[in-house]
């Protein structure tokens, strides 16, 4: 593979930056990649396990000459680091990000953004329940999805060199809209992410069922609700937050769903369940089919966990 970038930034060095360094230096993708986090913990594991070429105090010193600046930063957050880098930035550059959240971040960013620079939002659909920077792994976005999400006068050729880097870490890319974006990560992400929270708060509140009973005896649906909820809370906050209307659009069917549910349930309507459930375990098949999951029964949660 050959190398897209001189240098690239990565501001805030948690599950996804990290990820990318180590994707980034696995394809040599990159000449030199600096790095910075707001907490000097994170700076000092950092430089102790050998994360980005370069560790910097500040961030304006990570962002210094960067042909591409990343925000790995909660969404919540994105507009007032676009402002503080802002008056770093090299004539040219391209800024983007990896907020699961579209139109607030393009909102928030854009307008902080000098007009000499190239704005090109993204999304990698990957992740898992760690964070911080031990969490990270080359191959996490292998044959997973990355979502460009160009602003209206977006550069063609900083949108191609960055589809560029994104493929070399070993994504599949692709390009959307941001209302479409969010809607469809509402739909994917966000809703169930807000459904586990909830079902893992409910067996919480059932003082009827102990709490090492909830422990001892999850089955393989609870337990993967329990791996969900127990992504980073500050990144989730933001996301709920900042994609207000797409979620609560999604949470509206689910209820509604799911009161249809409740009616078949009580009225003992099999025919009603088998045909949902005939459909829903279609919708599972798909995502088997395309590549982005297993068929392999995995009890156990088979595989080493990510470092």
Known sequence: ??????????????????????????????????????????????????LCDRVCETVTEAVKDADLVILCVP???????????????KAGATVSDVGSVKADVIAQVGHELPSNVHFVPAHPLAGTEHSGPESGFAELFDNRWTLIVPVEGSDPAAISKLRQLWEGMGANVDEMDAEHHDLVLAVTSH???LIAYT???????????TDSEVIK?????????TRIAASDPTMW???????????LEILGRFTEELFALQKAIRDGDGDHLHSYFTRTRAIRRGIIEAGQDTAAANFGR???APK
């Open 1 to 50: 593979m050959t190398q897209i970038y001189d240098r690239v930034a990565l501001v805030g060095l948690g599950l996804i930056a990290s990820s990318m360094f180590w994707a980034i230096k696995r394809g040599g993708l990159v000449g030199e990649v600096s790095g910075y986090a707001r907490s000097p913990e994170t700076r000092r594991k950092a430089r102790e396990i050998g």
């Open 75 to 89: 969404v919540g957050v994105m507009g007032a680091v676009a402002a503080e880098i802002a008056p770093a930035l």
């Open 191 to 193: 809703a169930p992410h």
């Open 199 to 209: 079902m893992v708060g409910v067996a919480d509140d059932l003082r009827r069922v």
């Open 217 to 225: 005896y999850s089955a393989a649906g609870f337990r993967d609700f």
């Open 237 to 247: 906050r933001d996301v709920f937050l900042s994609n207000k209307d797409a979620t």
């Open 302 to 304: 088979g595989g080493a």
